[in-house]
């Protein structure tokens, strides 16, 4: 058996996120085959951010509930990021409930765009 990378494109179009604001519950799926429980395995969230502001946004991130991340971004530049999380927090399986939420604590307003979770596979 072989393990690969593999990735779910759960939004490309920019959006917006204010003041005390937050994004949708933005909807992904992972293969039956993901490895979920090994922390050499771990899954990754990527995602681009640019603040439109000169105050920071504060962003809290949440996989299906469950904060994986706490960034302060400032200064308007774009910016690549990605968190790698904890495996067991994904549900795999078509209709399964796994979502990606972005909220915003800070002052200043964030674009975000490019959101795509990989994860590894096992396959025969």
């Known amino acids: 058996m072989a393990r690969v ?59 299906s509930g469950d904060s994986i991340e706490h960034v302060t971004v400032s200064v308007n530049t774009v910016r690549a990021m990605w968190k790698t999380f904890d495996g067991n927090l994904l549900h795999p399986g078509l209709g399964a409930d796994n979502n990606v939420k972005f909220r915003n604590t800070g002052a200043g307003s964030i674009r975000i765009s490019d959101v795509i979770v990989w994860y590894q596979r096992n396959v025969e």
């Open 5 to 63: 990378a593999d990735y779910f494109v759960v939004h490309v179009a920019p959006f917006d996120v204010g003041p005390g604001g937050e994004s949708p519950a933005m909807v992904f799926t992972v293969h039956t085959d993901a490895v979920v429980d090994r922390s050499d395995a771990a899954p990754v969230l990527s995602y681009q951010c640019r603040p439109l502001s000169d105050e920071p946004a504060a962003l809290r991130i949440d996989i």
